[in-house]
């Protein structure tokens, strides 16, 4: 990079290095060393799985740290002004008009007692750079921008009101209500849907070009960013690992952890699951006929309507829909917590009773459970191996050595070592926990498992690891899993027949290779569509083939 | 292992002491000791007229605080109040604990029509004013120790239930009460092993809050004549017989109003301090 261009940086940030300083104990580098800048109307990605330090260098660029944390040293230079040197005042100053900030979690930003506007137009009002008639006008046209339906209401209604997607780019809208030089957008699409994620990306490609804004995009998903940003900069664990324009990176990495990540992306693979052996067995291990459930009293709002499903032994469905669809609802409904309407559910040949309370204990030990959040689904004050002993003790009375000893095979089983069984979940990583999680309902020696979107919160490549573990884990012990995602590219990893589901209706049902070779049913289409391809262009193809058709 | 881990939270406990939290526990080991040690280090049992004098200023007739309004030590009566008012105040605050806590847990985890009975039930009890609910049924049950510590955990237990009920019903919706749940475990195994361990620190600060609730509420109970009856005085009786004391410029009333201040500030501080430090061991997030 030639010194003249540098000079035009938008943001340059210089050996940046960010110490944690634990309440006890010695402080340790989380951010080593970290240059990169930003050129005006470019996008920098910064990409890597959790810890990897991608959040915090993109608060250090706005000179902010958080609590126990400490920026020691390097220097952040935005359009000529040097962050890290500004007092208090002048830093607040900075933020929120000079650069902004979009969270993860929009649902978690705003606040559901004021209306919409109120908050997009709170910076300039309180800064007293535009009155509150101006920035809504503003806010108005910001919203035409981004795609958001009726942009004049719109923003008189209360957060609550409006969906997820259209909340991220409100929330885009507020960051961009000032014209800030910079724009972090930390992991905006990652709470969203497959289908919503691709328009946020859309609205927010196209606001950043319209304003020539330069952008910092923080993800873990390979294949999102490179439909957005112009240059990627690769971390783990605080470390550069690659920096280079995203061509370079999707087609010629050069490191071998930037290989690992392109692998794990969420992008089709290139062979789907294998065809089982047997499709022909006499029972399948389980079946569910035309159940229909619904919550309130009496089952008043129904959400699932005459859903069929049957899973041979030894053999993975997958079942796929966006929020809302009813998937995780067809799950409750299989493991008791809720009953069905109308419906049966059928164990290897035999029915079993709705309601949790009714089945016997024989029942609930074939069918086990594992949750999407890792995090909650383990009682934070249990050590691990009273997590892991409890279903062996209530199921087979086990006890003492002979537990313990099972315990320590259920960790091997889940890969852990077993000096976790002192531990508590907190001291666990979430592809740790999600093991842990794992081993227990092995622990029941279940026929059945249901595994609600057990990847979804996870890293990529953790992800990928889990999915690696499932697959051992049936083909050794000859489990049947019930998979339940919104992802369809992890559908094709695992799962021999697949379930679509949409609005609480089973729309597609077949094998894998059906189900992904065309035609499709039109909604499988868009989800399929959907998934991001690595390669650049990619999104604008998508969105000018939905134009078409639309 | 184990041992490894339980001599490292002694350590931490230590390591984390504050100047007012090792105040405080200086003051309650002295409270504990006085009540304990009472009928021993007392110089003079606590209804034994003394002086023909009343209200002697503390140090005459070698009397450390003076005499109170019949000429008895004011010293060891303090020291026999205090015995009463912190075994009263425990019991109060163990019972209505129990209780409490119990039909809180119990409203969560089985809720509909079990959770709004008991809850609208309470809330009637929670409408009355408690002192007056209390005045009413000291008097119709007649003073005597265990109709005031039935009485008082009784209305206690009303609160401690809606405290208790609110944390259970943000753990009941965690997912791993349902996996629970999913696995067959009955209402006991949740309640003791699934809820219990997650509110027990908060319970732990509220037990703290009653204690002295129920300190104060037994002094304003003998303050109105309802409570510990004569000879036995608690801190708050002691405040009240020695109120005329106020006239003659003696300290016999501020003593006893001063250590029920000293037993309440100190309580409650360590419980600010034992808040704090849960809180800070929460995993640091970086």
Sequence with gaps: ?550 | MTTETKKSAILDLYEDLTPTAILCIFCLVAIVFVSVFAPFIAPFDEAEIISDESFLSAGDESLILGSDYLGRDMLSRIFYGTRVTVYISVTIATLAFFVGSMFGFLAATLGGIYDATLSRVVDALIAFPSIMLAMILVTALGPSIPVLIITIAFIDSTRVYRVARALAMDIIVQDYIEVAKVRGEGYGWIMWHEILPNAFAPLAAEFGIRFTYAILFISALSFLGLGVQPPHADLGALVRENMQGLLYGTGAPIYPALCIAMITISVNLIVDWFLKRSDASLPDEF
């Design chain 1, 1 to 550: 990079m030639s010194s003249d261009q540098m000079h035009n940086d938008i943001l340059q940030v210089r050996n940046l290095c960010v110490d944690a300083v634990p309440r006890k104990g010695k402080p340790f580098a989380i951010v080593n060393d970290i240059s990169f800048s930003v050129e005006p109307g470019k996008v920098v990605a910064l990409i890597g799985e959790s810890g990897s330090g991608k959040t915090t260098i993109s608060l250090a660029c706005m000179a902010y740290a958080k609590p126990g944390c400490v920026i020691t040293s390097g220097s952040v230079e935005l359009d000529g002004m040097k962050m890290l040197e500004l007092n208090q005042s002048e830093k607040q100053l900075a933020r929120g008009v000079n650069i902004s900030y979009v969270a993860q979690s929009a649902a978690a930003s705003f606040n559901s007692a004021l209306t919409i506007n109120r908050q997009v137009t709170e910076i300039p009002v309180i800064k007293n750079l535009m009155s509150r008639e101006e920035a809504e006008k503003k806010a108005i046209e910001l919203y035409r921008q981004l795609d958001l339906p009726d942009p004049e209401n719109i923003g008189k209604r209360y957060p609550h009101q409006v969906s997820g997607g259209q909340l991220q780019r409100l929330m885009a809208a507020m960051a961009m209500i000032c014209d800030p030089k910079l724009l972090i957008l930390d992991e905006p699409t990652t709470a969203l849907d497959v289908t919503t994620q691709i328009e946020v990306l859309q609205a927010f490609k196209n606001l950043i070009h319209q304003k020539n804004t330069s952008a910092i995009y923080v993800s873990h998903d390979l294949s999102v960013v490179a439909q957005i940003a112009d240059d990627i900069l690769v971390l783990k664990d605080g470390k550069m690992v690659e920096y280079g324009p995203v061509e370079q990176i999707v087609s010629n990495a050069k490191q071998d952890y930037t290989r690992m990540l392109i692998d794990a992306a969420h992008v089709m693979p290139d062979t789907i699951h294998p065809a089982p052996v047997n499709t022909k067995q006499e029972t399948p291990m389980f079946e569910a006929n035309n159940i229909t459930a619904g919550y309130g009293i009496n089952h008043a709002s129904i959400v699932l309507k005459d859903v069929s499903l049957r899973v041979n032994k030894g053999e993975t469905v997958g079942v796929i829909g966006e929020s809302g669809s009813g998937k995780s609802t067809l799950g409750r409904v299989i493991c008791g917590l809720m009953s069905p309407k109308i419906g049966d559910l059928i164990l290897e040949g035999a029915a079993i009773p709705g309601a949790l309370k009714q089945r016997s204990l024989e029942q609930l030990q074939r069918i086990q459970i594992v949750f999407q959040m890792a995090d909650v689904a383990l009682n934070p004050r249990h050590r691990i191996q009273k997590i892991l002993q409890r279903p062996l003790e209530f199921y087979f009375g086990m006890s003492g050595q002979e537990a313990k000893n099972r315990v320590i095979e259920l960790l091997e089983l889940v890969e852990l070592p077993a000096s976790f069984m002192d531990r508590y979940p907190r001291e666990l990583s979430g592809g740790q926990k999600q093991r842990v999680n794992l081993a227990r309902a092995l622990a029941a020696k279940p026929d059945l498992i249901i595994c609600d979107e057990i990847t979804s919160a996870l890293d990529t490549i953790v992800a990928e690891a889990i999915l690696d573990l499932l697959q051992d884990l049936q083909d050794r012990l000859g489990i049947t899993y019930i998979f339940i995602s919104h992802d369809i590219s992890t559908i094709a990893k695992i799962a021999d027949t697949v379930a679509v589901m949409r609005l609480g209706e089973v729309v597609e049902y077949g094998s894998t290779s059906e189900i992904l070779t065309p035609p499709h049913h039109e909604y499988t289409e868009l989800l399929l569509d959907s998934v991001p391809d690595l390669h650049p262009g990619w999104l604008e193809k998508v969105m000018a083939k939905r134009l078409e058709s639309a």
